[in-house]
């Protein structure tokens, strides 16, 4: 706890202020006699058979005075300081000399003499009783000699003095006696004080002034010494045991003592000392007393603003209460809100403000939520002018949002929340805020703004909706109409100009369409809006210009859907359509006939032309098709996929393309089925497969590399694919066609697992976040399109596809509707075991892949409950082993890569996650579960397995599980004995102890060794010369390569751009996703760093016909994978520093800006993010003042990392331990020594 920098500055001044008052004190009484000398001897302790300490342990505090008291002045006096000493457990007795001693030098008796004796814990804070009976004491000791107070009371001084002494002590247990004994002094000194003041007011009414003078020098010295305590018994606030006594008689205090110690003493901050403890009894005692201070009534209006204003200064510390203890949120709220109404014209700072902004979203109590708007209202009212308020408060809460990424719904409630208190009266500030905004930078905010001014038009409605025909179950505040029309009437006017504003930015042009629904016109009827004419302003002079110039699709499909959609209730919207159909079909024969051999690709303007009209035409046929020159049409984009390559058209209008071909080739053989008279006699049946089976091969070959395009393009190419892949079944209206019975597509499982990655890919994880919302209706149509390929194909070949998709069931609220139908989907296939193995391996990859069980539980538990609900109940146990079998067996068929080399922890993982729902399998379905793992061909042998296993078994026996455990384990202990594989030693073999392996391995460079399980894996060890790439984890670890050099802990530390360039992991993140950068494709983690392997070897490290190369490896068959000799000297960590430059400088070249290198160097890593900077700092030479070995490589290494604004990322991996990128980059390196040796032998030289 803070104490007063100067706590024996105060004892002094308190020590000076008892020579007045012993001065007064014989003015007074003694007429002018020279001031009594502090006895000599005071009494004999040793005939003081029972102190004050013991007799307070038994006996009531005021039996104690009585005894007390009859004693001589002396020994009062010694009794009453022995009593503080033997409080604290220290065991010395006062002597006489001590007594002249303390009133001296206190601390020198303190430090010298008591905290020297024997120690003896007491802890007379346990002793509740014992605690009752000192306070007892005390206030006999201070009251009853009250109004002859320090008039022959020298054991007052002293005790006073003795316990200031002891809280400005280094030992806590004299803290501890003086902190409490000091708040009880301070309690009945202040009652003191207020006795004091009125024998003032009365010798002032009869103007006594000798009385006067000598009332108002004991009123000095009362407020020295307690505005002394006040601050030296703050100390004991850091103590458990004191806390909360002390919070409550400092809370009394104030409460009883107001006037005095706020004004007079000004202690209003020991509140926040007590705050400042985690204490929350202690804080809610607080909270109750500055509460209590404003409440007064009878307090002056000077007491309550300082009061007020103290609580504005630590709004701060409030709020940080607030959100360490949930419970005192109301309180705390509730209190800022009664000062700051109090002090209506002063706030508390800006950072105060955002932190209770943050409740209003995530705060879970009505009362909380509500307090806090008002709170905010207040604020916002002080600082900001009216007519601005609802959009400076709006724009600081929606920052706030931004700021936390907090979900979508925490903004509808607090738009809820402002709606209902009344604000957004009119959306005329709204629509200005929109407009003021700069979209292009402040895009997120916009967004905002748009979502709160479509939430506020559907409240509106509501509203409405309410007055038309009341619900009984709303609760409504009974907005008035003369509002609702004044709300509404602002919307209708600037709702026309802000769509066409806002429309260059696609985002948020879709989301401010969203008022646009047909059954709203009723509402806008009822508060006497003119309907016709606001529709004729939104859908002539808005809707059909934007339709007509615009050529996003996003865009384009919107204002299109949303016309079409007013086409049950308007003639307008017929109209406006026509119009678009023909106007978009004239515009892209007008384009199509320009285009040439000579000016394909090469007319920009022409092909940005031609990718609008494909795209308007795309959208056209989506929302509604025609049939007018289709067959023209078809004619023309046949050609067209043809010629495709030379257009250069971006990604996603060749996406476009596909799709608009996909829609085409639907109406054509729809209509052909209807009446193929009125087709030409060219376009024949086999014309029309033939066109089908081309773009669907185009399909295929597009679909594999879906991953690598952006949302924009890849929810076209999947579309048209899944459309196709229906089109193309056999039970298609496509076969129905006379003589094309003979074409068949078979779609392979590898291709549909592809599709099911790329669906996943775009749905969940590849949009960005503040797209989401946006783009939600176009990521449901490409997941309904995916799930109806699986719905509507008849012959579709059993594919893991769906796992990848399904595993964001229970995740994903707004696609739970759709997933559960693909579910039942799966679950409908004529193979049972089917939807088991993708309930499996969706659950697999929450381990896998993911690396979250959490997940995988929720997941397991929402499938459970789909299955109660959309399957037969009689059968959900079936259902439930058919899937925990299918876990366990294609757990059980990984092989070490895929399961990261780890699979007995990983069986473990799994088996206790899935426990809960085995134990709801009847009896005999769980011991053939049992049996079913245990008798798997590829079980492990490994006791944590068979604990885990057993853990099942032992709900319902468990003396089978233990039975089962030894026996199983007895069996296979004979071929647990580990095999030691030497690889490169001085004699290669395997070797039964690591005794001998080691002999064989120490100290010789380059070794190559390892621990295997089994005899099998180390003969392929070493075989392999130590290059095996699949086995399990080695328990010994790979010898370092020699260190050149380690430079020095004190170094230099990394500047700020060095900091902000280098990362340093232990373990590297899970690749997620393919990312292309400049010509090439790259391995991408979450975070966005491509990552490469980098290695270097050197064969005759350190001798002079040594061979080093290096390796770099971004990917299987990358074009950037290197192999090459080093240049300069060849060691093992030239190679590695140089491999890490080439890598470097490779990824730059491609643009790449973030770069996460895996090296199995750990010196590489050390000398770049540790030792580098303290070289470079002093010219390139150690701490010890020699040079740098390998210096121009780190020069060079250093160049390459400081170029452009890559950020690097550090990852070491073990060597040798099956990861597949570090032995690929060691093979690459170890041609590289090869290369090296072939380039010395011949040139004839060393190089």
């Not at 233990?962 to 202990?973: C, F, Q």
Request: charged letters at 25%.
């Amino acid at each position: 706890m803070h104490l007063p920098e100067n706590n024996f500055g105060a004892w002094k001044i308190c020590w000076k202020s008892l020579s007045l008052a012993s001065w007064t004190r014989k003015n007074a009484f003694d007429n002018n006699i020279p001031s009594a000398r502090i006895p000599e001897i005071i009494g004999d302790p040793e005939n003081m058979d029972n102190p004050l300490y013991e007799q307070l342990r038994t006996s009531s505090g005021q039996q104690v005075y009585q005894r007390w008291s009859a004693l001589s002045s002396p020994d009062r006096m010694m009794n009453v300081l022995q009593l503080l000493v033997d409080m604290t457990g220290f065991k010395y007795v006062l002597r006489t000399e001590d007594i002249a001693l303390l009133s001296q030098n206190a601390r020198d008796l303190e430090e010298e003499r008591i905290t020297k004796a024997p120690f003896e814990a007491h802890n007379f804070l346990n002793n509740s009783e014992q605690v009752a009976n000192i306070d007892e004491f005390c206030r006999h000791l201070f009251v009853r000699p009250c109004n002859e107070l320090l008039a022959n009371n020298d054991w007052i001084n002293m005790m006073i003095t003795l316990t200031l002494a002891f809280c400005a002590s280094k030992q806590d247990e004299c803290v501890m006696v003086g902190a409490f004994i000091g708040s009880i002094q301070l309690e009945y000194l202040c009652a003191a004080q207020r006795t004091l003041l009125g024998d003032l007011e009365r010798a002032i009414a009869i103007r006594d002034r000798e009385r006067q003078q000598l009332l108002q020098r004991k009123q000095r010295y009362l407020d020295e010494i307690c505005i002394s305590l006040f601050r030296c018994c703050r100390a004991g606030l850091s103590f458990e045991q004191l806390c909360v006594p002390l919070a409550e008689r400092f809370c009394r205090l104030l409460n009883t003592f107001s006037n005095q110690i706020v004004l007079h003493y000004n202690e209003l901050e020991i509140l926040a000392d007590i705050m400042k403890v985690k204490c929350k009894k202690a804080i809610l005692i607080v909270l109750q007393c500055l509460k209590n201070l404003l409440a007064n009534d009878t307090a002056d209006e000077e007491l309550q603003n300082r009061v007020a204003l103290f609580i504005l200064s630590e709004a701060d510390l409030l709020v940080r209460v607030m959100y360490a203890y949930k419970q005192l949120e109301l309180s705390v709220l509730n209190l800022l809100l009664k000062t700051q109404k109090q002090i209506g014209t002063q706030a508390f700072a800006e950072e105060v403000a955002t932190k209770i902004a943050y409740r209003i979203f995530t705060a879970t109590e009505e009362p909380v939520v509500n307090a806090s708007i008002d709170l905010l209202t207040l604020y916002y009212t002080t600082i900001t002018p009216a007519d601005e308020l609802e959009c400076k408060m709006l724009v600081d809460l929606l920052q706030v949002f931004q700021v936390h990424e907090l979900p979508i719904a925490t903004l509808d409630r607090l738009i809820e929340k402002l709606w209902v208190k009344g604000f957004f009266r009119r959306f005329n500030a709204l629509f200005q805020l929109l407009m003021s905004l700069d979209i292009s930078v402040d895009t997120f905010l916009a967004k905002c703004v748009v979502h709160t001014i479509t939430h506020c038009h559907g409240m509106l409605v509501d509203d409405i909706k309410e007055k038309i025909s009341p619900d009984p179950n709303r609760n409504t505040l009974g907005t008035r109409w003369g509002r609702i029309r004044e709300r509404m009437q602002s919307f209708i006017a600037s709702y026309p100009k802000s769509l066409r504003d806002i429309s260059a930015y696609p985002e948020h042009f879709v989301l401010l369409l969203n008022p646009l629904q047909p059954e709203y016109n009723e509402c806008y009827g009822m508060c006497g809006m003119n309907c016709e004419a606001f529709c004729v302003e939104v859908f002539y002079k808005t809707l059909l210009p934007i339709a007509l110039d615009c050529s996003s699709y996003s865009v384009l499909y919107h204002t299109l859907a949303t016309i079409y959609r007013y086409d049950r209730i308007m003639y307008i919207s017929e109209e406006i359509w026509q119009k678009l159909t023909d106007d978009y079909i004239t515009f892209f024969f007008h384009v199509r006939s320009r285009l040439k051999r000579y000016n394909l690709g090469i007319d920009k303007d022409l092909m940005n032309a031609y990718d609008a009209t494909i795209t308007r035409l795309c959208v056209l046929m989506e929302i509604n098709s025609f049939s007018l020159d289709i067959d023209t049409l078809a004619e023309y984009l046949a050609n067209d996929l043809r010629l495709l390559e030379k257009m250069d058209l971006s990604i996603e209008g060749e996406m476009i393309f596909f799709r608009l071909y996909k829609n085409t080739l639907y109406v054509l053989v729809n209509h052909w089925l209807e009446n193929p008279t009125m087709f030409p006699s060219a376009m024949t049946e086999r014309v029309i497969g033939r066109r089908v089976g081309t773009l669907m091969s185009e399909l295929v070959s597009r679909i594999q590399t879906v991953n690598d395009l952006e949302f924009s393009g890849a929810i076209h190419l999947i579309v048209a694919f899944c459309d196709l892949v229906i089109l193309l079944q056999p039970a298609s209206q496509l076969h129905q066609m006379a003589g094309i019975e003979n074409i068949e597509f078979q779609v392979e499982e590898t291709l549909l697992d592809t599709l099911g990655k790329a669906v996943e890919w775009h749905v969940f994880n590849n949009t960005d976040p503040d797209t989401f919302k946006t783009l939600l209706s176009q990521r449901k149509n490409v997941l309904g399109k995916y799930i109806a390929m699986y719905r509507l194909h008849r012959s579709l070949p059993h594919s893991m596809g769906p796992s990848h998709v399904l595993w964001h069931y229970g995740r994903e609220k707004e696609f739970e509707t759709e997933l559960e139908q693909l579910l039942l989907t799966i679950f409908r296939a004529a193979d049972d075991n089917h939807y088991n193995e993708v309930i499996g391996l969706a659950y697999l990859n929450c381990f896998l892949t993911r690396g979250n069980i959490t997940r995988g539980k929720v997941f397991i538990e929402k499938v459970h409950e789909f299955q109660l609900k959309c399957l037969p109940e009689e059968s959900s146990s079936a259902y439930s082993f058919g899937i925990l079998r299918s876990i366990a067996k294609l757990l059980l068929g990984l092989n070490d890569m895929q399961s990261d080399g780890n699979k007995s922890s990983l069986f473990s993982k799994v088996m206790k996650s899935i426990k809960p729902w085995s134990l709801k399998l009847p009896q005999g379905h769980r011991k053939e579960l049992y049996r079913f793992i245990l008798d798997h061909p590829q079980f492990p042998n490994d006791v944590e397995l068979l604990i885990a296993v057993a853990l099942y078994h032992s709900a319902s026996d468990p003396g089978a599980a233990r039975r089962m455990i030894v026996g199983r384990w007895l069996a296979v202990l004979p071929r647990r004995m580990p095999f030691y594989a030497v690889a490169k030693g001085r004699a290669v073999g395997i070797y039964n102890t690591w005794p001998e392996c080691e002999t064989q391995v120490k100290g010789f460079t380059g070794a190559r060794y390892k621990k295997f399980a089994t005899q099998t894996e180390a003969k392929e060890f070493v075989q392999g010369g130590g290059s095996v790439r699949q086995f399990t984890t080695s328990s010994t670890k790979r010898s370092l390569p020699p260190i050149e050099d380690r430079g020095t802990a004190a170094d230099q530390p990394l500047s700020k751009k060095q900091r902000k360039a280098i990362v340093r992991e232990s373990k590297p993140k899970p690749v997620l996703k393919m990312a292309r950068y400049g010509k090439h494709s790259f391995q991408q983690d979450q975070d966005g760093y491509v990552h490469v392997y980098t290695d270097g070897s050197c064969e005759g490290n350190g001798k002079p016909n040594a061979a080093a190369g290096l390796g770099v490896y971004f990917d299987e068959g990358h074009a950037l994978n290197t192999s090459k000799p080093v240049s300069g000297r060849a060691t093992n960590n030239c190679g590695e520093i140089q491999a890490a430059s080439t890598a470097i400088r490779l990824a730059r070249e491609q643009g790449v800006e973030r770069l996460a290198i895996n090296t199995d160097s750990k010196f590489l890593i050390d000398a770049t993010t540790q030792w580098m900077p303290g070289w470079k700092n002093r010219d390139w030479t150690l701490a010890s003042g020699g040079p740098v070995k390998n210096k121009a490589d780190f020069m060079e290494l250093d160049r390459e990392m400081n170029t452009g604004n890559m950020s690097i990322k550090w990852n070491h991996v073990d060597a040798h331990s099956g990861i597949v990128g570090n032995e690929r980059a060691d093979q690459l390196a170890r041609k590289g020594s090869e290369m090296y040796r072939e380039e010395r032998r011949n040139t004839g030289n060393r190089r």
